[in-house]
């Protein structure tokens, strides 16, 4: 059973950076890609971020330039850096990893950010 624990969220002002972690319970290099997304209010869950095992990171248009995705092999950990925050970042955010079969989640971690 693959566990994925999310850190680092909370309550930020607008313009400010908060860095998530997401820490895997196995070789973050054994999943096909891992990345992270978010859920507003009231919104369907969107993708924020994604690093796939080999190949190009993507980001979604309204965070790029903002932040950025990076993984710690030795910590089987992977980070989300957000820089330059909006109030339209707030959201809860969660790490997913898939291994080419199974999805599997975290349970997120709330990132509020007050204008």
């Known amino acids: 059973q693959v566990q994925l624990v999310e850190s680092g969220g909370g309550l930020v002002q607008a313009g400010g950076s908060l860095r998530l972690s997401c820490a895997a319970s196995?070789?973050?290099?054994?999943?096909?890609?891992m990345g992270w997304y978010r859920q507003a209010p009231g919104k369907q869950r969107e993708v924020v971020a994604r690093?796939?095992?080999?190949?190009?990171?993507y980001f979604t248009d309204s965070v790029k330039g903002r932040f950025s995705i990076s993984r710690d092999s030795a910590k089987n950990t992977v980070y989300l850096q957000m820089n330059r925050l909006k109030p339209e970042d707030t959201a809860r955010y969660y790490c997913?990893?898939?291994?080419?079969?199974?999805?599997?989640w975290g349970q997120g971690t709330q990132v509020t950010v007050s204008s």
């Open positions: 997913k990893a898939n291994d080419g079969v199974y999805d599997y």
């Open positions: 690093i796939p095992g080999g190949g190009i990171m």
């Open positions: 196995r070789n973050i290099f054994s999943f096909t890609a």
